[in-house]
């Protein structure tokens, strides 16, 4: 059984940090990408990389500020926040690519397997 699970939300100031985790269980994926939906808005996409780690793709609106990396061994893909903004408040989903696709992209409907999501709240 395929399984995705994020951790390491929570309630940090404008201007901090977090760091986000997503452990795959049940198989590797090709490429894995990170997306957030806050209260009364569509789901947006963050970034993503690709399993071999030589690709990775970032929203306008987070780069410079967000890293994605990956940890083959552990099955695990990181997001780093910095500076993080109070927009940025919202429930962050990591999600799998089939392995036929072997770059992250924008769209949801590319990505097969999803979390359940980790709250990120940031204080003004």
């Known amino acids: 059984q395929v399984q995705l699970a994020e951790s390491g939300g929570g309630l940090v100031q404008a201007g901090g940090s977090l760091r986000l985790s997503c452990a795959a269980s049940?198989?590797?994926?090709?490429?894995v990408g990170w997306f957030r939906q806050a209260p009364g808005k569509e789901r947006e996409f963050v970034g993503g990389i690709s399993w071999s780690g030589n690709r990775t793709l970032y929203a306008d609106s987070v780069k410079g500020r967000f890293t994605i990396s990956r940890d083959v061994a552990k099955n695990t893909v990181y997001l780093q926040m910095n500076s993080l903004k109070p927009e940025g408040t919202a429930r962050y989903y990591c999600a799998g690519r089939q392995p036929a696709f072997t770059i992250p992209t924008t769209t949801t409907n590319d990505y097969d397997f999803w979390g359940q999501g980790t709250q990120v709240t940031v204080s003004s």
């Open positions: 049940g198989r590797t994926f090709s490429a």
